[in-house]
């Protein structure tokens, strides 16, 4: 027999063990005998072998697992702050107070290191903050911010330079990642971390959409 003929051969026999799985059961001594290479150290029986597999893979799922639980906490954690932050903002009698509950929350209760509110009208109550300005609409300095403001899509990551300007002004150098988030016909909010992975492209903004349709619902109380 030719080597061609082995390599057929060979090829045979596995896929008819592929259409066979259940034929070691038949034969226990032959599964005990059959040897197996590792990549590393010698070989290995095939009982071994499986045993060895089905570990790897019962620590996957383990690690997938605790991964899921992971996620499904944090989830909750945010579901619940996201509510009481909800319910903070509808109590507030005020656009100031307002806005103020909602910079109060960012920065205590998700861990916001620069939470900055850009508004495109000015809000009667609220002197001269560290964390809130006033840019018209039209302003020139808004235009590196036009495709955000136009699409309503939240940013997350690093952003350019020339908006860290206008966000943070002199501690623009101390943010490392941004999650910025559009307020329809109300302004922009920005909160900021010395963190460069705290927020990034690609991450869920459910959570930030449901802050920001909030704040634009209690604001639009004191409409008219």
Known sequence: MNETQEKLGAHEI??????????LQQFPDLAVTLVVPREEGS?????????????????????RLQELYG????????????????LALMRQDSP????????????????GDLVRLVVFKPVEGIGD???????????????????????????????Q????????GVRAEEVQSTALLPLPGVGMIAVGSRDANRFFPGMGTL?????????????KRFDG
């Open 14 to 23: 596995a896929a008819w063990l592929r259409r066979h799985p259940r034929f």
């Open 43 to 63: 070989a290995a029986s095939l009982a071994s072998y499986q045993l060895e597999v089905l570990r790897d893979k019962n620590r996957e799922l383990a690690r």
């Open 71 to 86: 996620n499904a906490q944090e989830n909750e954690r945010l579901s619940v702050r996201t509510h009481q932050l909800t």
């Open 96 to 111: 100031a107070d307002t806005l103020r509950a909602m910079a109060a929350s960012l920065a205590e209760d998700f861990n």
């Open 129 to 159: 903050v560290d964390w809130m300005q006033v840019i018209a609409q039209d302003d020139a300095r808004l235009q590196p911010f036009r495709d955000c403001l136009g699409d309503g899509e939240p940013l997350c990551g690093r952003l």
């Open 161 to 168: 330079p020339e908006k860290h300007a206008v966000l943070y």
């Open 207 to 219: 959570f930030l959409r449901m802050m920001g349709e909030s704040l634009v619902t209690a604001l």
